[in-house]
Structure formats: structure tokens, C-alpha cells
């Protein structure tokens, strides 16, 4: 769990929890309303929308779910029990990204005016952007150390809560701030997502691709410097 994380990979925690709410910020804005790390969200939207009888909309929450998953297995094939390779998967988040970035050359989806045809044209940016952070999530899973979910945000706001009253009730104090960092974390990343999109539109994924190559290239760093241990 991150309570246990060394602060050198607590500290990677933290970059990638700003990279997915980065992402997540930009993707939904150009997805007129869509998440790509937030799966929840997705599933919710898509429910409604089925129940609403909008097929097409649905289908396409739908689809960027299943990438989400495939984001998680393809990572989870790369990192090994006994080996850390989360720099790589990061090396191919970057990778995605950039793609998504590339193929982002049809207009924004309106929220308020959802189409068939609109959401067609962005599917092949929001798959590439869900594989991504799906993969995300799997770079502190599998190496023998503390496994949980980068984008796992109602989560860490559960152990917020509980680590609050166990502080208030004499147990660890501090404990509970690391959750709150990775919260602090993903919500920046939203508005520097928001606020990036806003002047330069699809190109912000670009720099999103430029920040997991960074943040990959610290990971492999940090690892070298620990040894054989994760890093």
C-alpha cells in the first residue's frame, strides 16, 4: 500500500497520479464528458446512456472500458514477479499518448450535442489514451513491492478518512497525508490539463507524452540507483 512505499517511489507515485489526471483532464474535455482513467465515471455515463437508449454513446463508454482493461493486462505482461520494469510500461504510455496525440485531429465532442459520427471520430484518440492509463495502473503492481492503482482516487479518499479518525484516535498521524498527495496529485494534473487544453487544444497531449517519457526515464534512474530492488 502507499503507506509503506519508500519515498523514492512514492515520489513517482505522485508524478504519474499528475500525469493520469492530466490526461484524464484533457480526454475529458475532448470527449465531451468522457474519462479515460476514470472507469467508474464511464460505467455510470454508459449505463445511463443505454438506459436512455443512445446505443452509439453508450457503445463508445463501453469500448474505452474494455481498452482501459486490455491497458492493464498489456501491462501486466511486461512487469514480472521478480523484476520492476514499470520504466518500460511508462516508455510505452508514452508511446500511446503520443499516438492519441497524433490521430487527435477531428473537432471536440459538444457535451451537449453527442453524435454518432462525433464519437467515431474521436475512438481512436480516447483507445489509445485508456490503454495508457490503464497500463499506468499496473507500475506498482507485480515487483514484489506495495501493489495498488495510480488512479484508484476513491480510494485513497477512503484511506484519508480512515487514517483522519485513526490519527484522531492516537494511532499514526501522518500516514493518511500520502493519500491526501496523491489526491492533491491527479486533481493538479486535471487543471493543468484543463488549463493547457484550453490555449493549445489536442496538442497538450503531446506534452502528456513528453511528461511520461520524464517520468519514465526517473523511474529507470531511481531503479538503477536502488540496485536490484524496485524502484
Known amino acids: ?10 515520489a ?8 493520469a489526471g492530466y490526461i484524464d483532464g484533457v480526454a475529458f474535455i475532448y470527449l465531451g464528458g468522457y474519462f479515460v482513467s476514470f472507469m467508474s465515471g464511464n460505467t455510470t455515463q454508459s449505463g445511463v446512456e443505454l438506459a436512455g437508449g443512445d446505443l452509439a454513446a453508450a457503445g463508445f463508454g ?4 474494455v481498452a482501459f482493461v486490455v491497458g492493464v493486462m498489456a501491462g501486466t505482461v511486461v512487469r514480472t514477479p521478480r523484476r520492476d520494469r514499470g520504466w ?14 497524433a490521430v487527435a485531429s477531428a473537432p471536440p465532442i459538444d457535451a451537449n450535442a453527442v453524435t454518432g459520427a462525433a464519437l467515431l471520430a474521436v475512438t481512436p484518440t480516447a483507445l489509445c489514451l485508456s490503454l495508457a492509463m490503464g497500463a499506468v495502473n499496473t507500475v ?12 484508484y482516487m476513491t ?16 494511532g499514526d498521524r501522518t500516514g493518511w497525508l500520502r493519500y491526501l498527495a496523491l489526491w492533491l496529485a491527479i486533481a493538479v494534473g486535471a487543471v493543468c490539463g484543463a488549463a493547457v487544453y484550453a490555449v493549445t487544444g489536442t ?13 519514465a526515464a526517473v ?13
Do not use: H
Open 140 to 151: 506498482f503492481s507485480g515487483s514484489g513491492g506495495p501493489s495498488f492503482g495510480i488512479t
Open 203 to 215: 496538442a497538450a497531449l503531446w506534452y502528456g507524452a513528453l511528461f511520461a517519457g520524464v517520468v
Open 219 to 231: 523511474s529507470s534512474t531511481v531503479r538503477a540507483s536502488r540496485g536490484s530492488r524496485p524502484a
Open 88 to 101: 518500460i510500461v511508462l516508455l510505452g504510455v508514452a508511446v500511446l499518448v503520443a499516438v492519441g496525440a
Open 1 to 10: 500500500m502507499v503507506d509503506s512505499l519508500p519515498r523514492s517511489r512514492l
Open 12 to 19: 513517482i507515485a505522485v508524478l504519474l497520479a499528475v500525469l
Open 62 to 65: 463501453f469500448a474505452v472500458i
Open 155 to 170: 480510494g485513497a479518499l477512503v484511506k484519508i478518512g480512515e487514517g483522519i479518525v485513526g490519527a484522531l484516535r492516537g
